[in-house]
């Protein structure tokens, strides 16, 4: 290795049934949320995606909940997960979630509940089939950028 260049380390892996807990958890909060017309459920989801996103599992209010009192009544996961493409796929969230509540805040309350239901469907999606739309994108993202490399 040449001294100018730097060894990247792949972080520690995940259970993958953490981020799917979190998921449905956001998915039901921005559903109950919409149904009730409270708009604040989306910047206090924003915030609990951000602190998992930005802080690690540890930080997530519901990732947290899931390692110390869910995961440890199961069996270990029949495979870890690379924890960055769901970090990605919440950081999205909390972008679009963050958009929705400026579109609050200045009275487009339609383009906040649209904002706000399509960050529910994805996490629906991701939670009840795995299938992460925003896990996808990074991994995408990820391949071109390595590709591009020489």
Do not use: H, K
């Not at 239901?117 to 994108?137: D, F, H, M, Y």
């Amino acid at each position: 290795m040449q001294a100018n260049e730097t060894t990247i380390r792949a972080p520690r892996p995940i259970d993958p049934r953490g981020p799917r807990f979190n998921q449905a958890v956001l998915t039901i909060a921005l559903l109950v949320g919409f149904l009730l017309q409270w708009w604040p459920v989306a910047p206090v989801m924003a915030a609990v995606l951000f602190l998992g996103a930005a802080f690690g599992p540890r930080y997530g209010p519901f990732l947290r909940l899931y390692a110390e009192a869910i995961r440890p009544r199961l069996s270990p996961p029949a495979e870890l997960e690379d924890p960055r493409p769901p970090r990605f796929a919440a950081a999205v969230g909390v972008v679009f979630l963050t958009a929705a509540t400026i579109a609050f805040a200045l009275g487009a309350t339609a383009l906040g509940w649209v904002l706000t239901l399509l960050v529910a469907a994805l996490a629906g999606l991701a939670a009840g089939t795995g299938i992460c739309v925003g896990c996808e994108v990074y991994l995408f993202i990820v391949g071109r950028t390595r590709a591009a490399q020489p």
